[in-house]
Structure formats: C-alpha cells, structure tokens
C-alpha cells in the first residue's frame, strides 16, 4: 500500500510561485510513475505534470515551460515546482502514484490506483 500526503498548496497573487510536495511513505521513484493532477470545482480531473520511474516526464500544454516536476534526493517526496501562476490554475493538486502505467497514459487519472488527499492552489486576479 502506498500513502501520499501533499503540502505546499496556498494562496498567491498571479504571477508568483508555489512548490507542492507530496510525502510517499514507500520509495516510488524506482518503481513507481508519479505524478500531479488538479481539479477545479464543476471540472474534470486535470493531468499536470508525470515522472516515470526512468526520469522521464511529461506535461500538460498548460504546464509546459511554467511548471517542474522533481523528486528529492532520499527519492521519497515529489515536488512540482509552479511559477508565473494564473488564475486558471486555481484548483486541488493532488499527488498520484502507480506501478504500472506507460509513457503514453502517464496524464489520464483513470490510469492511477494511489492517491493523496489534495493540497488547495489559488491564484488570485
């Protein structure tokens, strides 16, 4: 059983920045996709950001150039790095996790069996 446990969400004015992390109680990285989605009220679950276990990662055309996804060094934390916010990225960030997904599904929710709780981003005008 993997556990997920994201932090960092806030409230900030467009344009600055937030790091989430998400605490995974078992080492991922090695074995494990990972990866952030969102969700907004009355919307959809949103792919952001995915990391194969190779290193390899992927972005939403949302994400790309604005957002990185990392892990830390002890391999056991997930980072995704936000900068020049929206206000359309205002939503839930939730942390993700799964054994076996492909590069090609890494961003499809449906895809993900592991699940943190959410940490809140809001992005004012």
């Known amino acids: 059983q993997v556990q997920l446990v994201e932090s960092g969400g806030g409230s900030v004015q467009a344009g600055g920045s937030l790091r989430l992390s998400c605490a995974a109680s078992v080492y991922t990285y090695s074995r494990y996709y990972m990866a952030w989605f969102r969700q907004a009220p009355g919307k959809e679950r949103e792919g952001v950001a995915a990391?194969?276990?190779?290193?390899?990662?992927t972005y939403a055309d949302s994400a790309k150039g604005r957002f990185t996804i990392s892990q830390g060094n002890a391999k056991n934390t997930l980072y995704l790095q936000m900068n020049n916010l929206k206000p359309e990225d205002t939503a839930m960030y939730y942390c993700?996790?799964?054994?076996?997904?492909?590069?090609?599904?890494?961003?499809?929710?449906?895809?993900?069996?592991?699940w943190g709780r959410g940490t809140q981003v809001t992005v004012s005008s």
């Open positions: 990391i194969a276990s190779d290193g390899r990662t």
């Open positions: 993700a996790a799964d054994p076996a997904l492909t590069l090609m599904t890494m961003l499809y929710a449906n895809r993900y069996n592991f």
